[in-house]
DNA sequence: GTGAAAGCGCTAACAG
DNA sequence: CTGTTAGCGCTTTCAC
């Protein structure tokens, strides 16, 4: 293993230069510069990370703290993650990969030990237990995901309330009267997810002002469960017209189901889906939608982390505002029968 | 922050005495073990990784290198990363996240900065470019993938060419004579990826073997290409009656597009799938599949990882044999017409 | 069963 | 612009 002591030795200079030449932390004469890159190049040296660690007390990576649960909104998950690490890596840190598994104490355990100078936080809960952890230590982080209180933290999420909004708005000015919504599996609304919530009430807001009718059902992913909660729905509110989705494992057997039903889309039943936009253009009927601008939470997150890093820290909350695509999924209302 | 030193004054011991409590590298005294434990807690000490990292030349991080293209089998990747992450923490090691963005670079970086210990490299092409690196380090390493040569390194895969004999030999034993194999998007074939050409080469073997005639088509995902796709094998083989899909995108449409031509599953066509379990059950017809064990390949990677790391190395290639389950897409074949 | 002490490789004052 | 030097906090001989 090649150290800086040998470059040092190798360029004829002393360590701190080399270590300089390293950081940039001073000037440095152009020539003594080149010998030591020169000397770095031939030895095929790399600094240790311990070592760096351990003398300037940063470790240069960032936590990323992922749910456990590998069953909701897997690709934005990963869409996410890949894109913490990629910008993370353009500032010059790595990523550690922690799932929620260890609870808690992955909290506690990483920013003891000096593991990571930062961390991110995903899948935020309203209350999430992970919080108090993270306000009592000093660590900088960023949650993706807004707790019900978010005093003292850094947040970016969606604006779930505008997006809500945003897809009663749609329809409303379409013309649909009475409008579904098919929403993630129950589970997720009880351990109070709070874009689920939000988005929610955004959408009941809106549909008051509009005066638009909303019925809200979870639903399981899958077939099944989609065809049973399709049926509870047109039987409660036969006049229903205007489907929101939000359930990525709901999408394609809603539409395979109105098919089967001999309900056309747009013609006879407009649906407009919460999902990456991926999700959107694959679907057997390209949908219009709200994106989740996973790689944009990503990055957004990233870049507020290096800012506290670096210093320029400021506790806000960014709310990213949502934007709905028309493709081909939604059309005027049908006339009253 | 609580250093070792603190810890050994505060229970009135040296500091070995203290280090060799926390690694169990020789025997302590029951009393003093207990000592230094009580003024661990009290004092709320945590090691510092760089600084244990620095002395003891080991990390207790394995790298993960992920794709960066998110596109494929995202949900496979990421359960494969939990999985990885999950036992990797139960040895007491962490996982750095490396996107491919930063390409072989990364091994060089990541090996020669001491940063992670060991690396698993996913999503192995044929002839993967990370692999002379990897070779010329000497970081134990394991692959989940099986290049086109394996000599002196260690593979994690599903058996791929067993998984499409195994399809081969479902389909043929329930009477079907003309079998078409939706594939991947023809960018996967292109770049070489092991798992897909070799599944086409068990699949071809096992239909030679069993009089059968297979029809490979590659697909990319969603609705529209999945019904060019399916139009153009009936039109060129009328007679198909046994569909093998690996391309989960694929899936769906293909099992709508059959419905809306009136062709029933399983009575008309058979549809075996190459997919997670949960992506089969969730189908709008309960899919007869193969499954891809992605945690148990997380797994075992990390497994073998650590028996190297122990010096109980041993450059095995690992082929998981492949396991089909029966459910609701597959049937005899329908009488000839 | 326990202590003392020598580093691990690098950073960042301090000194010129 | 460059060199000297004192640690960073922990592991691990070596010695008792």
């Known amino acids: 293993m090649v150290t800086l002591a040998e470059v040092a030795q190798h360029a004829g200079v002393s360590a ?12 440095i004469s ?36 992922i749910p456990l649960r590998t069953d909701l ?14 910008t993370a890596r353009a500032h010059g840190y790595d990523v550690l990969l922690l799932t929620g598994e260890e609870g808690p104490g992955a909290v506690r355990r990483v920013t003891g030990s000096g593991l990571a100078d930062a961390m991110i936080l995903m899948d935020v809960e309203l209350e999430d237990e992970r919080l108090p952890l993270l306000r009592g230590s000093h660590q900088p982080s960023v949650l993706i995901g807004l707790p019900a209180e978010a005093g003292g933290l ?17 329809l409303a000015g379409l013309g649909h009267r009475d409008i579904a919504v098919i929403g993630e599996a129950p589970a997720v609304y009880e351990r ?4 689920a919530e939000r988005t929610l009430d955004g959408l009941r807001a809106r549909a008051r002002q509009t005066g638009v009718r909303v019925l809200h059902r979870p639903c399981e992913g899958g077939y099944d469960a989609m065809a049973v909660t399709l049926a509870r729905i047109l039987d409660e509110r036969p006049g229903t017209s205007g489907f929101v989705v939000q359930n990525e494992s709901a999408v394609e057997p809603l539409l395979a189901l109105l098919r089967q039903q001999g309900r056309a889309v747009p013609e006879d039943v407009s649906v407009i889906a919460i999902c990456p936009d991926q999700v959107a253009v694959q679907a057997s009927v390209r949908l219009t939608s709200v994106a989740i601008p996973a790689q944009e939470m990503g990055r957004h997150a990233v870049e507020h982390l290096m800012a506290k890093l670096a210093g320029r820290g400021d506790d806000e909350v960014v709310l990213i505002t949502p934007e709905l695509t028309v493709r081909a999924s939604t059309g005027p209302a049908p006339a009253a029968p």
Chains 1, 2 share one sequence.
């Open 192 to 195: 109070h997810t709070g874009f």
């Open 16 to 27: 701190s230069t080399v270590s300089y030449v390293l950081s940039g932390k001073r000037s």
């Open 30 to 65: 152009a020539t003594t510069r080149e010998r030591v890159e020169r000397s770095i190049r031939e030895l095929g040296y790399h600094p240790n990370a311990g070592a760096r660690a351990l003398a300037s007390a940063r470790s240069n990576i960032i936590a990323l703290m």
């Open 154 to 170: 850094t947040c970016v999420d969606l604006d779930w309330t505008a997006t809500g909004a945003l897809c009663v708005e749609h």
């Open 73 to 86: 909104y897997v690709p934005v998950m990963m869409e996410i993650a890949v894109a913490v690490a990629t």
